[in-house]
C-alpha cells in the first residue's frame, strides 16, 4: 500500500456542516497537494505544503477552507459551513520534491456531496 | 478565464488507430507540461510529460508534441488500445520561480476507444 491514501471515499453531509478530508502521502514525499474537481471542470489547485514551510494557500476558494498537515506527513482538509457548491471530488497528491519534474502522485479522492 | 483549454470533451476513436488529443495554454510563463490519465473512481496517473526545451518526448506509444510559438501540445497515442479508454488531462507548471508549482489543469477529453 505505497500509494496516496484518501479518506472517506464518499462523504455526504448536510448544508452548513463542518467536514473534514483526510489524506496520507506516500512516506518520504515532502510535498504535499490539495485540488478539487468539480463537475464537467478539470482539477482546480488548493493548497500545497513543502516540508516544514509555510503552507502556499493562494488556491482556497474561501476562509471556510482550511488545511494541515501534521508531522510533515498527513494533510487534513476543513471545510466550514458547507455550501452546495463545495460538492466536488477532492483531490490529494504527492511528490518528492518541489520541482515540477517531481511527479505528482494523486489518491482516488473524496467525493463530497452537499445537500 | 481558463489558462489550459482542453477544447474537445470526447473523442472517439477505433481501436488500432491513432489518437490525437490536443491542449492549448495562454500563459507564455509555463515552462513544464505533463499529461495524466485517469481512469472512473480512480485519481488521475502521470502519464508523459515534456519541458519547454523541447518540442516532443516520446515514450513507448505516447508521444507529446509541443508548438510554443502556438502555445498548443498534443499527445498522441499509437496504436490505440481498449485500455487507453479514459479522461486525459493536460497539465501545466512553472519549473522555477516563486509560488506552489501546483498544476494547472484542464477540463479533460474523454478518449473512447472502439473495438
Known amino acids: 500500500g505505497a500509494g496516496v491514501s484518501q479518506s472517506p471515499s464518499n462523504k455526504v453531509t448536510e448544508k452548513g456542516k463542518d467536514v473534514e478530508l483526510r489524506c496520507d502521502p506516500i512516506?518520504?514525499?515532502?510535498?504535499l497537494y490539495w485540488y478539487r474537481q468539480s463537475l464537467g471542470q478539470g482539477l482546480e489547485f488548493l493548497i500545497y505544503f513543502q516540508g516544514n514551510s509555510a503552507p502556499d494557500k493562494s488556491g482556497l476558494p474561501s476562509d471556510r477552507f482550511s488545511a494541515e498537515r501534521t508531522g510533515g506527513s498527513v494533510s487534513t482538509l476543513t471545510i466550514q459551513r458547507t455550501q452546495q457548491e463545495d460538492s466536488a471530488v477532492y483531490l490529494c497528491?504527492?511528490?518528492?520534491?518541489?520541482?515540477?519534474?517531481?511527479?505528482?502522485?494523486f489518491g482516488a479522492g473524496t467525493r463530497l456531496s452537499v445537500l | 478565464d481558463q489558462q489550459v483549454k482542453q477544447n474537445s470533451p470526447s473523442l472517439s476513436v477505433q481501436e488500432g488507430r491513432i489518437s490525437i488529443l490536443n491542449c492549448d495554454y495562454t500563459?507564455?510563463?509555463?515552462?513544464?507540461f505533463l499529461w495524466y490519465k485517469k481512469y472512473p473512481a480512480e485519481g488521475p496517473t502521470f502519464l508523459i510529460s515534456i519541458s519547454s526545451i523541447k518540442d516532443k518526448n516520446e515514450d513507448g506509444r505516447f508521444t507529446v508534441f509541443l508548438n510554443k510559438s502556438a502555445k498548443h501540445l498534443s499527445l498522441h497515442i499509437v496504436p490505440s488500445q481498449p485500455g487507453d479508454s479514459a479522461v486525459y488531462f493536460c497539465?501545466?507548471?512553472?519549473?522555477?520561480?516563486?509560488?506552489?508549482?501546483?498544476?494547472?489543469f484542464g477540463k479533460g477529453t474523454h478518449l473512447i476507444i472502439q473495438p
Open positions: 497539465a501545466a507548471s512553472f519549473s522555477s520561480g516563486g509560488g506552489a508549482d501546483g498544476l494547472t
Open positions: 512516506s518520504g514525499h515532502t510535498a
Open positions: 500563459n507564455s510563463m509555463f515552462d513544464y
Open positions: 497528491a504527492s511528490s518528492p520534491g518541489r520541482r515540477a519534474k517531481n511527479i505528482q502522485y
